[in-house]
């Protein structure tokens, strides 16, 4: 194979890889949208089926480590198939739901197999990426999540007025088949591909000596326990769809108008996301100059993306004025309208804009400490357990919105139950703005210890 074929093949390969990543968010998004109705129809409360979408995040991030764990023993295209066969199935078998016990089964396998994608999909990636372009390249893995919760949001939002809430998981077990037929051409990835020091030459497993190392790992802890706190509060993010119909429905609209506008807001006021490939390639810079820079960097947007998001929350959708009907997009236009000529709009786009930009500064500069600090046949299981601590964190958020909507709906009417939920679970992003903090020191011992042992298996040192 050529050298441009290579190349090309490799690009594609993370093409399909970041496809993937944004699957896992947009089963997720689907929920909050079509949560009204799925209640409705199962006859169950709106808590519950809050656990419903916490149990399939849970699933997939303990399914994850034993993904990580099959795929050092078996060829991981192949595990990658297996697994979004597993989520497509599922995803399309829960669209025949007709009972709350069938749903839970049916997105406990979609977690079971989304949860391939978090660990495998990850450890293939970052084996392709060059060091000097790791914190840019992750950056569209992480935006990919962030567009994908938008995507399920708003296909939920556009299809279940004029269909059935089951309509959108069928359309996405569909679409998951062509994902499926895409993996078959992805290139077989070799472990540290992208370590080109390393060549080909690599083939270092997991020793029992390193173990002790990796546990050890100073930066490994901090990056757990900041994934599990950050994830509390931005796992709670998905309800702000939910949020927004109370709000519109405060001014006379109907459920069915006020889901379609809020799928659009929530798209729209979460535009700043894109910023995350400036922040990923900003985060480079700062890691070119000091380990410590990216640690400073991202710690600075996660704690100023807090008093935005709750800022936002409480604000007015004062004045709204939107068409009304089934015609998607003559109210789409109505809504872009309102960001010109309504102030309290333009305001809650402005505040949103800077605040999913801070927020959106997170992933891929995590992800890319997460690699920075770990020998790369360790890359795999470190994000296995990463992803443990994230989805662990979004769980309990999800969780967490639930628990905090039953005690404060006993004080507060709708909207003011939801602002006030959500503010709350956004003070965590304190905790996990030290966590960064505490690493930076960890960081330029672990990261030298991971460039020295490179250095000595290409025999450079």
């Known amino acids: 194979m050529s050298?441009?074929?290579?190349?090309?093949?490799?690009?594609?390969?993370?093409?399909?890889?970041?496809?993937?990543?944004?699957?896992?968010?947009?089963?997720?998004?689907?929920?909050?949208?079509?949560?009204?109705?799925?209640?409705?129809?199962?006859?169950?409360?709106?808590?519950?089926?809050?656990?419903?979408?916490?149990?399939?995040?849970?699933v997939a991030s303990i399914s994850s480590l034993y993904w990580g764990y099959l795929s050092r023993k078996y060829q991981r295209k192949k595990m990658l198939i297996a697994g979004t066969l597993i989520w497509t199935v599922s995803i399309f078998l829960t669209s025949f739901s007709n009972s709350y016990f069938q749903l839970l089964i049916f997105q406990i396998g979609t977690g079971f197999g989304l949860g391939c994608i978090a660990s495998i999909g990850f450890s293939v990636i970052t084996d392709y990426i060059p060091y000097q372009k790791r914190g840019f390249i992750l950056s569209f893995w992480g935006m990919a999540q962030g567009m994908g919760g938008i995507s399920g949001s708003i296909l939920a939002s556009l299809t279940v007025e004029n269909n059935s809430w089951k309509w959108p998981f069928e359309i996405v077990g569909f679409i998951g088949l062509f994902?499926?037929?895409?993996?078959?051409?992805?290139?077989?990835?070799?472990?540290?591909?992208?370590?080109?020091?390393?060549?080909?030459?690599?083939?270092?497993?997991?020793?029992?000596?390193?173990?002790?190392?990796?546990?050890?790992?100073?930066?490994?802890?901090?990056?757990?326990?900041?994934a599990f706190l950050m994830n509390i509060a931005t796992g709670s993010l998905i309800w702000i769809p939910t949020l927004y119909i109370y709000k519109i429905m405060q001014h006379g609209y109907s459920m069915g108008t006020a889901v379609i506008v809020s799928g659009y807001l929530y798209a729209i006021f979460?535009?700043?996301?894109?910023?995350?490939?400036?922040?990923?390639?900003?985060?480079?810079?700062?890691?070119?100059?000091?380990?410590?820079?990216?640690?400073?960097?991202?710690?600075?947007?996660?704690?100023?993306?807090?008093?935005?998001?709750?800022?936002?929350?409480?604000?007015?959708?004062?004045?709204?004025?939107?068409?009304?009907?089934?015609?998607?997009?003559?109210?789409?236009?109505?809504?872009?309208?309102?960001?010109?000529?309504?102030?309290?709009?333009?305001?809650?786009?402005?505040?949103?804009?800077?605040?999913?930009?801070?927020?959106?500064?997170?992933?891929?500069?995590?992800?890319?400490?997460?690699?920075?600090?770990?020998?790369?046949?360790?890359?795999?299981?470190?994000?296995?357990?990463?992803?443990?601590?994230?989805?662990?964190?979004?769980?309990?958020?999800?969780?967490?919105?639930?628990?905090?909507?039953?005690?404060?709906?006993?004080?507060?009417?709708?909207?003011?139950?939801?602002?006030?939920?959500?503010?709350?679970?956004?003070?965590?992003?304190?905790?996990?703005?030290?966590c960064y903090l505490k690493m930076s020191r960890n960081n330029v011992i672990n990261i030298k210890y991971v460039n020295k042992i490179l250095k000595k298996r290409a025999g450079k040192v």
């Open 179 to 226: 994902v499926v037929f895409s993996i078959l051409f992805i290139q077989n990835p070799i472990r540290a591909e992208s370590e080109l020091k390393l060549k080909d030459s690599y083939t270092k497993n997991q020793e029992a000596k390193h173990i002790k190392l990796f546990n050890s790992n100073g930066s490994n802890v901090y990056l757990f326990l900041q």
């Open 270 to 434: 979460q535009i700043g996301g894109i910023a995350s490939i400036y922040f990923g390639h900003l985060g480079d810079k700062f890691q070119r100059k000091s380990f410590k820079g990216r640690a400073y960097l991202t710690a600075f947007f996660v704690f100023i993306s807090m008093p935005l998001y709750i800022l936002l929350f409480n604000l007015p959708m004062t004045n709204l004025s939107v068409s009304t009907g089934k015609n998607e997009f003559i109210i789409l236009v109505s809504i872009l309208e309102q960001i010109f000529i309504n102030p309290w709009i333009t305001l809650m786009f402005v505040i949103s804009l800077f605040a999913s930009a801070a927020q959106s500064a997170n992933t891929p500069n995590w992800m890319a400490l997460l690699t920075d600090v770990n020998l790369p046949e360790y890359r795999g299981i470190a994000f296995s357990i990463a992803n443990l601590f994230n989805s662990l964190g979004r769980a309990v958020g999800n969780a967490g919105v639930g628990i905090l909507l039953g005690i404060l709906s006993n004080r507060f009417t709708e909207p003011y139950s939801y602002i006030y939920t959500l503010s709350i679970l956004q003070i965590f992003l304190i905790p996990s703005t030290l």
């Open 3 to 58: 050298l441009k074929s290579s190349n090309l093949k490799i690009r594609y390969t993370i093409f399909v890889i970041i496809i993937l990543a944004a699957f896992e968010h947009i089963v997720i998004g689907l929920f909050p949208p079509l949560i009204q109705y799925m209640a409705k129809d199962l006859k169950v409360d709106i808590a519950s089926l809050g656990f419903v979408s916490a149990a399939n995040i849970l």
